[in-house]
């Protein structure tokens, strides 16, 4: 089954900072990936995806992620943190096989903390 | 396009009350998806439907009820609330089951006393 990890569940940069977020999966096939960030009190909010295309993927915000097969990796970047960045992120892998059932599995969350 | 909205916002119930929550979207999405959010689980995954009038159930479906009776609807019924069922909870919708790419609501907040 499907599974995914995040490590850290809270980071803390300083504004200007690289962010990074880590974000492992499991699969026995090529997933979809995805983040999403959640900022306080608000629903989540699609940041990028991969499927299957080109294996960095850029999103929204100036985040991006490059997906590394050899590692199991999703991890998301930016090379500059904002104090509009602090938010909650989340990597989620999709249910695709064997039972392509549109489920996607969430990781447990990453708290990003941005210092001025 | 509204996207997925929810109602209410909030909500307290007393141990034993039962509710519904309600959730809609305007964008002819066939799959709906309900989860709870609690801390540090992440979001979990109650039930979910691949059109009007197929559900099933998702990782944590005991005391919740789901129906499809339409494209747009997806209600949640909490049967008999307990401070468990404590949680936000969020609907979510996408263009089909092979698309993944899920839209959210805003979400409710829930607390059982």
């Known amino acids: 089954a499907q599974s995914v990890t995040q490590l850290g569940s809270h980071v803390s940069v300083s504004e200007g900072a690289l962010v990074l977020l880590r974000c492992n999966y499991s699969?026995?096939?090529?997933?979809?990936l995805f983040w999403y960030v959640q900022y306080p009190n608000q629903g989540l909010q699609l940041l990028l995806k991969?499927?299957?295309?080109?294996?960095l993927v850029k999103g929204i915000n100036g985040f991006e992620a490059e997906f590394k097969k050899s590692e199991t990796s999703f991890h998301l970047t930016k090379p500059s943190a904002h104090m509009s960045d602090a938010a909650e992120y989340f990597c989620?892998?999709?249910?695709?096989?064997?039972?392509?059932?549109?489920?996607?599995?969430f990781g447990q969350g990453t708290t990003l903390q941005v210092k001025p | 396009n509204a996207g997925v909205t929810q109602t209410p916002k909030f909500q307290v119930l007393k141990t034993g009350q039962s509710m519904t929550l309600q959730c809609a979207q305007d964008?002819?999405?066939?799959?709906m998806s309900w989860y709870r959010q609690d801390p540090g689980m992440g979001l979990r995954l109650i039930h979910y439907s691949v059109g009007a009038g197929i559900t099933d159930q998702g990782e944590v479906p005991n005391g919740y009820n789901v129906s499809r009776s339409t494209t747009e609807d997806f209600p949640l019924r909490l049967l008999s609330a307990a401070p468990s069922q404590t949680s936000v909870y969020f609907c979510?919708?996408?263009?089909?089951?092979?698309?993944?790419?899920?839209?959210f609501g805003p979400g409710t907040r829930l607390t059982v006393t």
């Open positions: 979510a919708s996408s263009y089909d089951r092979a698309t993944y790419e899920q839209y």
């Open positions: 964008m002819n999405h066939e799959y």
């Open positions: 991969y499927t299957s295309a080109a294996t």
């Open positions: 989620a892998v999709s249910d695709r096989y064997p039972s392509n059932t549109g489920k996607l599995i």
């Open positions: 699969s026995s096939v090529p997933p979809y």
